[in-house]
């Protein structure tokens, strides 16, 4: 859907304050640090709508390549923010970065959310153990996001540029 359309589509249905907006060239300069150029930035989004109606209002989804956020946490450039943002925000684009290889997000997402929820959340799909040589991509799509979080604050070698 071009986001044009969705852009009138929201204003005119009940979101007089969307917003929609592209990377900012700091956001694409820390997204580099750990991606490289494996993600194309200019197809990237930030909107203030969440991607569910129940997304809680502390959560960032990036679960169909673009980034909901609730007004509350919508920025103008993350890059700007705290190293706690940032690394949220990293998490995210490891998101966009699966979605754009290919990878099923939705999908994946809610499987592992639904494993968290009937094992009464003594399942986390956010825990992983670091492994050297273990390739990226054997990692559930939750910790791939925090592995890539750790790559950014310096807590990890970066595997994600090391495979394809």
Not at 19 to 36: D, H, N, P, Y
Not at 145 to 162: C, M
Request: aromatic share 16%.
């Amino acid at each position: 859907m071009p986001y044009r359309f969705l852009f009138l589509l929201l204003r005119l249905i009940r979101f007089p304050q969307f917003k929609c907006r592209q990377l900012t060239a700091g956001e694409i300069q820390m997204c580099r640090s750990v991606f490289g150029d494996r993600i194309d930035y200019g197809k990237v989004h930030v909107m203030n709508h969440p991607f569910l109606p129940w997304q809680p209002k502390h959560i960032l989804m990036a679960p169909s390549g673009y980034i909901h956020v609730r007004n509350a946490l919508f920025k103008d450039d993350y890059s700007k923010e705290t190293a706690s943002y940032r690394a949220v925000f990293i998490h995210e684009m490891t998101h966009i970065f699966q979605y754009q290889h290919g990878i099923n997000v939705v999908l994946r997402g809610a499987i592992l959310q639904t494993a968290y929820f009937l094992s009464f959340g003594r399942y986390n799909p956010y825990q992983y153990s670091y492994i050297p040589g273990k390739s990226f991509w054997t990692y559930n799509i939750e910790q791939q996001g925090d592995i890539a979080r750790d790559i950014y604050l310096q807590k990890l070698p970066n595997i994600i540029q090391e495979t394809d």
